[in-house]
């Protein structure tokens, strides 16, 4: 992620069983001010879900959040759709 550019992951958890239909998206972005943003969505599936920002004045640690959050939902289900 050199040069403020922006990434993101988008996840799905689907459990038909559990009536279970998710998605988790996590994105980042500079800011305006010179940091960098980790913008995560949630929800189920077909709605707009909820919105966390957190927000960086390294762009190591907004890409070391994205990494450890991805791989917290991966270990519970998440799967690329």
């Known amino acids: 992620m050199q040069g403020k550019q922006t990434a993101s992951v988008h996840l799905h958890r689907?459990?038909?069983e559990r009536n279970m239909y998710r998605f988790y998206?996590?994105?980042?972005?500079?800011?305006?001010?010179?940091?960098v943003s980790v913008?995560?969505?949630w929800g189920r599936?077909?709605?707009?879900?909820?919105?966390?920002?957190?927000?960086f004045?390294?762009?190591?640690?907004?890409?070391a959040t994205l990494l450890r959050v991805e791989r917290e939902k991966r270990r519970k289900g998440y799967r690329e759709p």
């Open 14 to 16: 689907i459990d038909p």
């Open 57 to 63: 004045e390294a762009e190591y640690d907004a890409a």
């Open 39 to 41: 913008i995560r969505n």
């Open 45 to 55: 599936i077909g709605s707009s879900g909820q919105t966390m920002v957190q927000t």
């Open 25 to 35: 998206l996590l994105t980042v972005q500079p800011t305006l001010f010179g940091g």
